[in-house]
């Protein structure tokens, strides 16, 4: 198996720029994830979230995990658990507003160095848009304004420990799905791994690396490119020894942006295929997908196309 995309930013400054760009295409037509080191976020600003967040997870919330596996009687279990995740999660929305102000059990300290990282987030998820831009030959700012609806993307991140897990062969870390949105960005533990994602029909582990950004594309980047680049099955193997840290995330069109293949690309391709993906809005997708997350995509798609042909055909919708 050929090696997991490594992909080094700092090298888009200098004379390996086409390379770069290069491996980034590969990796997002042929893998749908790469990881990224020299990306711009400083070493001890990662340092300092990796702290805090698992602080935080040591203070409040082992405890509670704990007494939830106990009151399941998860320690025990004899046949595979398919409808639950061995995960201790909480989620911070940042835009279009921002709810970290509200969540709770959060320190003064974690929620000032957790607004900073979403915000360097943030602004490297928007570059990351235009380099796919550019290698698609769309123009700068295509996915970020299709993405933007109007009140502007939703960017949020899912804080998530794994708890060292009993039997890890029957329950998984995480189920296997792929993500709904536009593009993640994850800041994983470099010591406890876990991260795999399926690809030509085996699983792959995602090298755990320090002060990495692993980046992988959702459902949205798979519609807008019309199928050039996928979103892939992934999935979060527990481990019988030490807790994993993960923290993904997720920039995410707008929930009234409406999603559909960039016509450019489209247009490039032979005359004779027509557009395989749907036109949506993207919070009906969502609406679906809450349901069928653990499931392949490929459904999703074809909902959202009868959904399509509903909408055109409604005499009501068109007048």
């Not at 295409?25 to 994830?33: I, L, S, Y």
């Not at 999660?89 to 959060?106: A, C, G, K, Q, W």
Request: negative net charge.
């Amino acid at each position: 198996m050929e090696n997991f995309p490594i992909i080094n930013l700092e090298k888009l400054n200098g004379s390996e720029k086409a390379a770069t760009m290069e491996m980034i295409k590969d990796a997002c037509e042929n893998w749908g994830f790469f990881e990224l080191v020299n990306h711009g976020i400083p070493h001890e600003v990662m340092d300092t979230v990796e702290k805090l967040t698992k602080g935080h997870y040591k203070k409040c919330m082992e405890q509670r995990f704990k007494e939830l596996v106990a009151s399941k009687g998860l320690e025990g279990v004899q046949a595979e658990v398919t409808d639950m995740d061995w995960e201790s999660t909480f989620f911070l929305r940042h835009l279009p507003v921002s709810n970290i102000s509200e969540v709770p059990d959060l320190d003064d300290q974690y929620r000032e160095v957790m607004k900073d990282f979403a915000k360097r987030l943030e602004n490297l998820a928007e570059e990351l848009l235009d380099l796919l831009c550019e290698n698609l030959g769309l123009e700068k700012g295509y996915l970020k304004n299709v993405f933007y609806g109007s009140k502007g993307p939703n960017f949020g991140t899912k804080v998530s420990n794994y708890p060292p897990c009993p039997k890890p062969d029957l329950i998984k870390g995480l189920r296997a799905h792929t993500d709904a949105g536009g593009i993640i960005l994850l800041f994983q533990d470099d010591k406890v791994s876990g991260l795999q994602l399926l690809k030509d029909g085996q699983w792959i582990d995602v090298p755990p690396m320090r002060h990495s950004i692993v980046v992988n594309l959702g459902d949205q980047l798979e519609v807008i490119t019309n199928g050039k680049y996928k979103s892939v099955m992934h999935r979060v193997i527990a481990q019988k020894d030490g807790t994993r840290m993960s923290l993904a995330s997720f920039y995410n069109p707008g929930s009234d942006a409406v999603i559909y293949p960039a016509p450019a690309l489209v247009e490039k391709e032979a005359a004779e295929s027509k557009q395989v993906y749907p036109k949506f809005v993207f919070d009906d997708y969502m609406k679906l997908y809450a349901g069928l997350k653990f499931q392949a995509k490929e459904p999703r798609f074809e909902a959202m196309k009868s959904i399509e042909s509903d909408v055109k055909m409604d005499p009501i919708a068109t007048a």
